[in-house]
């Protein structure tokens, strides 16, 4: 008899070998902990070093944890639809693979999606944020922009829709995802529009946030496909690109 997953948790990885091990034994101490039903799966976007054996022995002995594996390399945006389309619970969890968000901070989303939440955002840019470590000034710089412009295009009222810590409730990551098309770094942004799209309620809220120097977001290389995306997610709607998918019922 199969149980009902109480939790899955999606985590993008290209070539994470040296830091997913941590984190799936972080995660998955944290959740046993708390005697949840739980997956993990981790979706090895490419990777050309030992990610894949890395993941592969941890699911050898937690049959909690899955890999999902493909080739070539496809994008972040990919990846997370890739995972999301996988989990098998109603309640999903995005995480990076850094964990620069502890998983502890899951029972701050989930207290806010108790209040008729349906997807809650992590977040670094609230006045109670906690940021761990120093950021460069360009970077620090390079968000602030990239988030007034995702504002003004596509999602006013988010102050960050970077952070990789978001929980979808309700079926909500299945429905969002099913629709998305993004497979770059701007993919965030095309979750939440398409979560307010399709009447999902969606709240912020602040989390601790350490900061990784070894971030594979690029400020020369990805901003500007980054802006490009969520100008294209802004044509795909005025196109009637995206659609519901099918009930079930």
Known sequence: MTHKLDLSVVIPAFNEAGR?????????AYLKERRLNYEIIVVSDGSTDSTDSAVGAYAEKDGGVRLVSYHPNRGKGFAVRAGMLKARSDSVLLSDADLATPIAELE??????SRGLDVVVGSRALTESAIIGWRPWYRELSGKVFNRLVRLLAIPDILDTQCGFKYFKNGSATTIFSAARTNGFGFDVEALYLARKFGFRVGEVAVSWKNSPLTRVSVLRDTFPMICEIVRV???DWKKRYELPPSSD
Do not use: F, M, V
């Open 20 to 28: 997913i091990g941590p984190t799936i034994e972080a995660i998955s």
């Open 234 to 236: 802004r044509i795909n």
């Open 108 to 113: 701050t989303l989930e207290e806010h999606a």
